[in-house]
């Protein structure tokens, strides 16, 4: 890759960015050293970086050496929650409190970034703890000194909170134990992105409908040796969630389990009785009509469940822009000693009646996003008095309901009971098991038993061990997820028994013309996808970008056959690049024959997944409110999280074909889950694997990151550049350079062509501070609408886990206009400041699904500790024609590539489809 210095001869300008708390990376780069420049070179030239692939867990990488959460030079520390002391003692916040302690419910962030929790004054967050003000009523113990939760070289919110849910330290999101947090002057940091996690509300009272939860499993391992009916749960009409811990009406989940309580507790029934009994039996279904101009060879496929339905939208406001029921929240707020600007998130979270749930129940405000637990303490202990103790069940619930939203932030589905026990504990809950056991009781969470694998080497289960147990984990989950997951099992396996193969003598209906596509497909791994869903109603595809090809060739060959196919992908970007593989496939050009001539050109095939979902794109609907199509092929599957993932497929109709394909080396969805990964895992539907490599230096790259090698490669055209930096203020000022300056000069891509991607949105080279000054050099103005001016990019998040860039082109009463690829859209005046941001910068989640002609990716030294390969993979396969790395990572790099592949996330789906799907043929 070049060294040449494509940057120009600009002296660095440390004066320009130069962070307070930022530590620089001096000589560390040393000739010769891990990432350093080649022996020889200067400090402007270019280094090469080592890379390196694997399918990262939604985490996007944390910051080092300060709280996950707290920005070191950003502005916007959220004002405390209540008075300057948590339930027990009083003392220091404890690091990495709320790192992503906003919840995944209301409103959010551009980016999926979590407003401020007090919508209070902007300010440094340097984070200097005001003293505990008085005794605590329980174990007052003495002022807290506490340090400044702003104080590190951490790169601030970083996209990813701490690692997991239970896990304690700085950077790990652990809640602030009662017992130790004041809760004074540092307030939540308002820039806690959960990994750019873009979350649905979660607490809007109905769960996606679908099969029952499966809450089953023996709690024994989580001290709450309460077992719970296997195969019970909430009916397909979707329960209450009560991940919040509010004490609302039971779920027919929760009922289910409190109902086993009682049994177990009586003596009517053994803890085993549960674990061995049966599921009941999926209703056989009508034989759906078989697609046109073929029939399935199926055993008669089971019938579509409904689909499941979106969270519910945000409450209509009123006159004055109030969301309902604020009006009297603003008083209770007001009693608690919170900031009563929280009203109308508090009024979105809760309901209705949220002043009066509030009254009964202080801890609900747990479901405000941004809010930590020490805070919800202090605002208890204003409303109770005395009756505030750490042991209060209702403090427990909505704790357990905070750690589990908190983790799916993360991208978990559940938690591992024993991680969910040590996590309350670590929240001063004196009895975590009883907790536990109340939570299970109540319904506020599922219980299920995983089968563990058999370690590696493990002698083979003899006949004779058959009726020994088999080691199991115990898993913790919210019904809202739970129920979501098993809806997409279920759906899975519906799809993956459609197609059986022929009776011996019998010549498969539509056999002849599906050879006929293969043969004339243009690639050898186009042929093997087009043979493999001919005879299989679900399939996953994997390759690069190149490997898009196969999927828009299947989709052409399927149109001619006169078969309704279409494709969709995950972003607006990702639909333009199908559509041209489509017009470009063979018969799919205005001389095409056949049925597919008749209609509009194959191109209109490729749709977006939220366009489908909503109605927008696509075929519509038929009669029984299933997608009017036979073949579907989603690309970027990665990207779908398993709310999405279940909505779709439950829109599928009987008789369908579906394919899930995607590159398996790049970031998971921005929500919970790992769709993609967990069904290559099962192995319970075919896997074709494309043998189509990525063209040119940027592809060489990449493939070699994919495997764990960071490999030079030959750039002869600047295809590749290393830019060397020794900290964050001269990468900024590099990056500004490279965009505004020498990639338009010396690449000829402009700079609206050209994006940059760093990895978090906190810290001296977030995507706040290069947003800054990007805008500075390329469209400056003073921000007359919420910040905005006419021209700039921005980063538009119309739905949790989507970002649409656009360009502001005015705003008037109604609210920002932009320009989106074309496309009109109004964010109104309330809603600009959560869901629209500077879009020069973007974080690598952001970026996923899509590619721009030129990338420049960031890698400041203090964003290093959670850079995965991943990440690394995702980021560097955005250019198209020209990649910049502007490199202070150092060593971080090649060994991020190499030793750290993804962040792992806990879920079920993998356990369902295997226990649900028989193993897919081999050979």
Known sequence: MSTDRLAGDAAPAPEEADPPAEQANPAARAPGAPGAPAAGTAPDDRSDPATGTAPDAHSEPAATGGPAGSDRNDTGAAAAVGPAESTGRGGADEAGAAASGASSHGAHGADGEQPPAAGGADGPATGGQGPSTGQAPSTGQGPSGGSGAGQGSGAGDAEAPGPDGASDGAGAGAPTPAGQGGSGGAGASPHAEGADREQAPARDGASSPGPGGRGAGASGDAGADVPTPAGQGGSGGGAESSGGGGKGRRSAAAEALAAAVRAVESGERSAASFFNDAPAARPAAPAAPAAPRERAHAAAPASAPAPVRPASARPARGPRGEVPGSGDVRGVLAAGGAPEALAGKVAEALGEHAAEALREDPWQLLAVPGVRPDQADGFARSLLGPACEPGDERRALALTGWLLERAALEGHTALESSALRDALAKASVPDPDEALRTAIAEGAVLVFQDALDAPAGARPRAAEDEDAEQPVRVLLGLDRYALAEESLADGLARLASTFAPAQDGEAPVGDAEWESAAAAATSASAAELIRTVAAHGLVAHSGGEAARAEPAALVAAARVMGLRAYAAAHTEDGRRRLAAA???????????????????????????????????????????????????????????????????????????????????????????????????????????????????????????????ELNQVEAPGKEVVIVPVRDAGEAVHRTVQLVADSVPRAIGVPPEQTQVITPGHGGAAGTRALNAALKERLNPGPGRFGGFDPGDRVAYTPAPGRTVPGTVVSADAEGLRLDCAGTPVVVVREEVGELVRHGWALTAHQAAGARWPAAVVVLPGDATAGLTRAWVYTAFGRGERHLSVVHGADAALPRAVAETPFKDRTTRLRALLQAQVPPAPTG
Not at 624 to 649: N, S, W
């Open 582 to 708: 489509l017009s470009e496939a063979p018969g799919a050009g205005p001389d095409a024959e056949g049925p597919a001539a008749e209609a509009p050109e194959a191109a209109s095939a490729a749709v977006t997944v939220a366009g489908l979902l909503a109605d927008a794109e696509g075929p519509g609907r038929d009669e029984e409110g299933a997608l009017a199509l036979d073949l579907l092929v989603v690309l970027d599957a990665p990207q779908l999280d398993v709310e999405t993932a279940a909505m779709l497929v439950e829109s599928l109709p009987d008789g369908a074909r579906l394919v899930l394909s995607g590159d398996p080396g790049v970031l998971w969805s921005a929500g919970p889950g790992r769709v993609f990964a967990d069904l290559v895992a099962a192995r319970r539907c075919p896997q074709v694997v494309s043998r189509t490599p990525d063209p040119g230096p940027i592809g060489e790259l990449v493939s070699g990151i994919g495997i764990g």
